[in-house]
């Protein structure tokens, strides 16, 4: 089993429809989540960070945690073209290193 | 920008060369790290020092040898590549709550 799973994708979403984007990890010590964004040959670059159950929101943007299901999702509101990238979800271990995901691929139609 | 900075952004290398990655990070942070990314791979953590001292190896061929002479700055000498080497080569510096990213360093090994 993978530390960190996503469905690569791609995820296919109309223009101004929510984007949902899952994750889930198998280490129930996992304390630190976040998302990351990427673009086509770019570094990635932080969207969310969570460390608590429920719901953290952000803009658009809202992560969702469960550490009891062991998995943390991603929520894109009012998805626009300019979201269309890559989105990798990585959990935090011990010494500040992270475990990535493979990563999703969004794909926003106008 | 994130305040982390790669050279060079492109590097095309026979497997016989020896080339030097570097990394800058004008944050004030500790700890530095050296991922790599393959096409349809997950970023995979190569190297982490903190406070310029080595505290993980993630099992990586010795033909990488990272150095950190300062907390501002980290090296990946590479000599004797293979063509699977290739791939983006990423930066990474922390302030203990949040990875940033440098843009990385494209690498073909020909």
């Known amino acids: 089993q993978k530390e960190v799973e996503q469905n690569s994708g791609p995820l296919s979403v109309p223009e101004g429809a929510i984007a949902s984007l899952n994750c889930t990890y198998s280490?129930?010590?996992?304390?630190?989540f976040f998302w990351y964004r990427q673009y086509s040959g770019k570094s990635p670059e932080l969207i969310m960070s969570?460390?608590?159950?429920g719901d953290k929101e952000d803009g658009r943007f809202t992560a969702q945690l469960n550490k009891a299901s062991q998995y943390v999702s991603l929520l894109i509101r009012d998805s626009q073209p300019s979201d269309s990238a890559t989105y990798l979800c990585?959990?935090?271990?011990?010494?500040?290193?992270?475990?990535f995901g493979g990563g999703t691929r969004v794909l926003v139609k106008p | 920008e994130t305040g982390v900075t790669q050279t060079p952004r492109h590097l095309v290398m026979g497997m016989t060369n020896k080339k030097s990655l570097k990394c800058e990070q004008h944050?004030?942070?500790?700890?530095m790290y050296w991922y790599k990314q393959s096409a349809k791979k997950p970023l995979e953590l190569m190297f982490v020092?903190?406070?310029?001292?080595?505290?993980e190896n993630n099992s990586v061929p010795s033909r990488f040898s990272p150095e950190c002479p300062n907390s501002s700055h980290l090296f990946l000498h590479l000599h004797t590549l293979q063509p699977e080497d290739s791939a983006l080569y990423l930066c990474?510096?922390?302030?203990?709550?949040?990875?940033?990213f440098g843009p990385g360093t494209r690498l073909l090994v020909l």
């Open positions: 990474a510096s922390t302030n203990q709550e949040t990875q940033y």
């Open positions: 280490d129930r010590g996992s304390q630190s």
């Open positions: 969570i460390y608590s159950n």
């Open positions: 990585a959990r935090e271990a011990a010494g500040n290193k992270l475990t």
């Open positions: 944050l004030g942070h500790n700890a």
């Open positions: 020092y903190n406070f310029k001292e080595q505290t």
